[in-house]
């Protein structure tokens, strides 16, 4: 089905009498973890974008997430949270660790319809005495889980430096938290937006922005389950208009974003809020599905099951594309 039936919807079926006729399409969405990418799409329930776009989304995150962001000091509220968003034909969620699961561990077989992350742009957070790059060496770097962004991260980030992960450095799984390096579990780790904005507070070092390496990354974004998008693609093709849309509002609205960080991951604290607002300018306004970082992890986790599957396989450009054909990517900048 052409993209172009959602714009006709744009158009046409978002008039306030249209809406009375023809009931919303219901869908709901795994947001993953609590991180700054998915702050566009708090924003556009909050905002009434969703709706405006005809749609009904119900968005949670897990309570395995919601526990990792209070070790952060952040608090989700109870009515987000939900075990069982595997479920969800639509996730937010980084592209990297979506394909080691799908290969390796039987996890939903999602394609990447849009990536608000194309390389990797966390820093590395540290305990007070780490202070440089090279202090890094011969230390505990925490990560989430094997596959997840901040695994794929440090892996790269060792490619880069040239050292070998159990001698130049220790991988410790499941310490990714600020209470990690705290305790003393971890004496690092790759840290995203939220956590670097809370990381002063803590007391903890901000070592290095692995930004500047411009390495390629397949990161958070748009998700759809593959025989689900099958099926519903004018569904998706709304979804990813009403997140576009979303992304440009946080970028041009900072009350906007304000409003959402301190309702949806209670950061009241202007210094926190300015720290996380710093790294808007970064999110792309064309988020093309990240190719090269989908080749790149393909290439990190190499195997003869890995070698199975394609690049291709995992990712689908026509939604994206179809908006810039249209030119509503460039117009919700003028």
């Known amino acids: 089905m052409r993209l172009a039936v959602c714009a006709l919807l744009a158009s046409l079926v978002f008039a306030p009498s249209a809406h009375a006729a023809k009931p919303l399409a219901s869908v709901d969405v795994a947001l993953g973890d609590v991180t700054i990418n998915k ?6 329930a909050d905002s009434g974008i969703y709706q405006s776009n005809g749609l009904d ?10 526990e990792l962001a209070r070790k952060s000091g952040v608090v989700v509220p109870p009515e987000m949270v939900r075990q069982d968003i595997d479920r969800a034909p639509i996730s937010i969620g980084g592209g990297s660790p979506a394909i080691y699961n799908a290969v390796y561990s039987g996890g939903t077989d999602y394609v990447v319809l849009a990536t608000l992350e194309s390389v990797f742009k966390s820093h590395i957070i540290a305990a007070p005495r780490i202070r440089t790059v090279e202090d890094l060496r011969g230390k505990r770097l925490g990560y989430a889980a094997a596959g997840r962004a901040n695994h794929i991260g440090l892996l790269s980030f060792a490619r880069v430096m040239g050292w070998t992960p159990g001698r130049d450095i220790i991988l410790v799984d499941r310490a990714s938290t600020i209470a990690d390096i705290k305790s003393g579990r971890a004496d690092a780790t790759a840290a995203g937006a939220v956590i670097v904005a809370l990381a002063p507070e803590a007391g903890l070092s901000d070592v290095v922005d692995l930004y500047q390496y411009k390495m390629p990354f397949a990161g958070s974004g748009i998700m759809a389950e593959r025989t689900w998008l099958g099926a519903n693609r004018s569904v998706a093709a709304c979804f990813v208009k009403a997140s576009v849309e979303a992304l440009a509002l946080m970028k041009r609205n900072r009350a906007a974003f304000d409003a959402t960080v301190a309702k949806w991951m209670n950061i009241k604290d202007k210094a926190a809020q300015d720290r996380l607002y710093a790294e808007v300018a970064d999110f792309p306004v064309k988020p093309y599905p990240a190719i090269e970082g989908i080749r790149i992890v393909m290439e990190i986790y190499d195997s003869p099951e890995m070698r199975e599957r394609k690049a291709e396989d995992f990712y689908d450009t026509s939604f994206i594309t179809e908006l810039d054909r249209l030119g509503q990517l460039d117009a919700l900048y003028r």
């Open 39 to 44: 702050i566009p799409f708090l924003i556009a």
């Open 57 to 66: 989304v119900h968005q949670f995150i897990t309570r395995d997430a919601a």
